[in-house]
């Protein structure tokens, strides 16, 4: 069964039942507050692992391979409440990155999706680790309580937040998972004992330095930036523990003035270029990776 097949059947089989409940209802009438319903079903197919993206770039094995993943998609726009949704931002700056990244030629790039698609987010991670990529990088934006939080930020794994903001923003990104209540992931929020994988490896590392390149690529680009060091936060979408990985948290999608350069195809080319620099400054640095 085609992944879209399962995922639309697990939301019509709630439906479908409620709809059967109700006729029944109708059919046989009962006194108020006489029952309630437990509607249980099985998540189809949970082990099945995604198709692979395509590769783009040249057909060089040897070549540093890096996955972008565009946040969010499908029925699942993230943040944003207006006209502006968080999937589009994400993927048109996600495509943007891609094609920075192969016009400047030696590296290979695959995108976890090039439309407005859902992906759990475990299946992320999951699919940079099947093309034995050599960084992930997710694109996302955020919103705020406080329309006067902007800017970009750049996140890492961590255990515990960077602060107190990071824990939320975390929390809402790890949510995308959730369809009332619904777990979608197969794996399990263990990111103590990711974490010590991670520094054996010395992939933490990694991660930290290409989250200081973006860094410093954004400042120098003049984009406005939330904070100008990496934070760090439980992110289930930064779990492949041998791929370096960052978040890229490109503005606040509620703030008027990071809307415009979120919203614009002005502002995506910046944010993209900016990207496509760090990423090419990384891979400089990890020769041989
Ligand atoms: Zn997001």
Redesign the pocket.
């Known amino acids: 069964m085609s992944r879209t097949l399962q995922l639309t059947l697990l939301f019509i089989a709630p439906l479908a039942v409620l709809v059967g409940v109700l006729a029944a209802k109708g059919v046989f009438p009962v006194r108020d507050g006489g029952y309630e319903y437990v509607v249980r079903f099985d998540l189809p197919g949970a082990n099945a692992p995604v198709d692979l993206p395509r590769v783009d770039g040249p057909p060089d094995a040897s070549r540093p391979l890096v996955v972008i993943d565009a946040?969010?998609g499908g029925f699942d726009p993230?943040?944003g409440g207006g006209a502006l949704k968080?999937k589009a931002v994400?993927l048109q700056i996600a495509l943007a990155l891609r094609e920075k990244l192969l016009a400047g030629g030696g590296l290979r790039v695959a995108l976890t999706r090039d439309a407005d698609r859902f992906i759990a987010l475990a299946d992320r991670p999951d699919i940079a680790r099947r093309l034995n990529a050599d960084l992930f990088v997710s694109i996302?934006?955020?919103s705020a309580d406080a329309d006067s939080a902007r800017g970009a930020s750049v996140y890492v794994l961590s255990e515990k937040g960077s602060s107190q903001a990071a824990e939320r923003f975390a929390e809402?990104?790890n949510g995308?998972d959730r369809v009332n209540g619904v777990r979608l992931s197969r794996t399990s929020a263990q990111v103590g004992a990711i974490l010590l994988d991670l520094s054996q490896r010395g992939t933490q590392a990694k991660s930290t330095q290409a989250a200081g390149l973006l860094l410093r690529e954004l400042g120098d680009a003049g984009v406005g930036m939330h904070r100008d060091r990496p934070e760090a936060a439980a992110l289930a979408v930064l779990k492949a523990p041998d791929i370096p990985s960052i978040l890229f948290?490109t503005g606040y999608i509620n703030n008027p003035d990071d809307a415009k350069v979120l919203g614009s195809r002005q502002g995506q080319q910046a944010l993209a270029d900016a990207a496509a620099r760090a990423i090419r400054a990384y891979f400089a640095r990890n020769a041989g990776v």
């Open positions: 946040g969010h993230g943040a968080e994400a996302h934006a955020d809402r990104e995308a948290e």
